[in-house]
């Protein structure tokens, strides 16, 4: 199976004294307005899923609705309890998995989904770090650590340039 993981966009600052609690945090207008570029980006690379799944918290859902509006209207969108920012990667892919779907992308935050890649290529530390927006895709094998490889890394900034 495939699986994307998309990190949210820019969100609120946590160190402004008005931020809300870390799962109310909200996208700002840029990171509303980056992350629609990107989902267009998506768009015109011909990226393929059969559904969203994302993380609870505010920011990584209204993420994943604007990806769900600009890619793939059509597919179901559903909420993951353990795509939280310290959700523990096999706990993550097992959730994934369970679903049940052929090709998701999963919307979350770092450092859970930095540390799901490491689990999933067998490293014991991060691999890569992905950026606010940016993309990875993954082919598993097996839900297992180490039962999978990483296909690619696609930074925020090249899919904002396709989709501006």
């Known amino acids: 199976m495939w699986i994307h993981l998309l990190r949210h966009g820019i969100a609120f600052d946590r160190e402004d004294q008005h931020c809300p609690p870390d799962p109310q945090r909200p996208l700002t207008d840029k990171g509303a307005t980056r992350t ?22 505010l920011r990584a ?10 890619l793939a209207p059509e597919v179901p969108l559903k909420q993951v309890s353990s795509l939280v920012p310290d959700g523990e990667p096999a706990a993550m892919l097992k959730a994934i998995v369970a679903k049940k779907f052929d090709v998701p992308l999963c919307v979350g935050h770092a450092p859970s989904l930095d540390a ?17 927006a940016g993309l990875c895709s993954l082919f598993i094998y097996r839900a297992a650590r180490g039962g999978g490889r990483l296909h690619a890394v696609l930074p925020p900034g ?3 340039g396709l989709g501006e």
């Open 116 to 132: 799901l890649v490491a689990y999933v290529v067998g490293c014991d530390g991060p691999v890569l770090r992905l950026k606010k």
């Open 36 to 57: 629609r570029a990107v989902a267009t980006g998506l768009r015109r690379i011909g990226l393929e899923i059969d559904a969203i799944l994302t993380s609870p918290y």
């Open 158 to 160: 090249m899919l904002r």
């Open 61 to 70: 859902r209204q993420t994943a609705d604007i990806v769900h509006d600009v």
